[in-house]
T-cell receptor, first 110, second 116 residues
């Protein structure tokens, strides 16, 4: 069974304090790893898709990387508006559906 | 960009009544849509895959007769929670894939259902 584990469960940063969120996975036949941002009471907002180990993608202050066992979401010089829950999900050929982690709740304070 | 619109954003209903949630793709056609359920501080759990013009595919453990899914057109899928009970209270979210990449890029705003 596909498993996705995100850590930490919650993270509090000061504005400008860079950090990384982790998503480790145990799957058979990874076809894609997805990162989403979810604000309270809202649906997830798509950020990145990574397909193979070594791949990296960037968007503003966010950078996602992928290895054969895990993915990192690096946040550089975060701002309060980056506060949200960040979700990781994997798509495998076996399951043919997304399996989500429980997310990391990020709070960025002034 | 493409948008998925979900309605209502929240609903309160009495036990035993039914509630319908709509999910629309606003500027693209979606032959497939997905319905998720999310409990506080938990993962999104896939409930079913909605297929235009055919029956929905339900995940193991999801009651087909309780969660009725209809995908009557290429832009509309509906989820009806029948004979709702307090334990059905949850956050329900729909999504549609980007057909170019087959990525579930587009999620609705979600519907907060409270059954009293």
């Amino acid at each position: 069974e596909d498993q996705v584990t995100q850590s930490p469960e919650a993270l509090r940063l000061q504005e400008g304090e860079s950090s990384s969120l982790n998503c480790s996975y145990t799957v058979s036949g990874l076809r894609g790893l997805f990162w989403y941002r979810q604000d309270p009471g809202k649906g997830p907002e798509f950020l990145f898709t990574l397909y193979s180990a070594g791949e990296e993608k960037e968007k503003e202050r966010l950078k996602a990387t992928l290895t054969k066992k895990e993915s990192f979401l690096h946040i550089t010089a975060p701002k309060p508006e980056d506060s949200a829950t960040y979700l990781c999900a994997v798509f495998t050929g076996t399951a043919s559906k997304l399996t989500f982690g429980t997310g990391t709740r990020l709070q960025v304070t002034l | 960009g493409a948008v998925v619109s979900q309605h209502p954003s929240w609903v309160i209903c009495k036990s035993g009544t039914s509630v319908k949630i709509e999910c629309r793709s606003l500027d693209f056609q979606a032959t497939t849509m997905f319905w998720y359920r999310q409990f506080p501080k938990q993962s999104l759990m896939l409930m079913a895959t909605s297929n235009e013009g055919s029956k929905a595919t339900y995940e193991q453990g999801v009651e087909k007769d309780k969660f009725l899914i209809n995908h009557a057109s290429l832009t509309l899928s509906t989820l009806t929670v029948t004979s709702a009970h307090p334990e059905d209270s949850s956050f329900y979210i729909c999504s549609a894939p980007d057909r170019g990449t087959n990525t579930e890029a587009f999620f609705g705003q979600g519907t907060r259902l409270t059954v009293v």
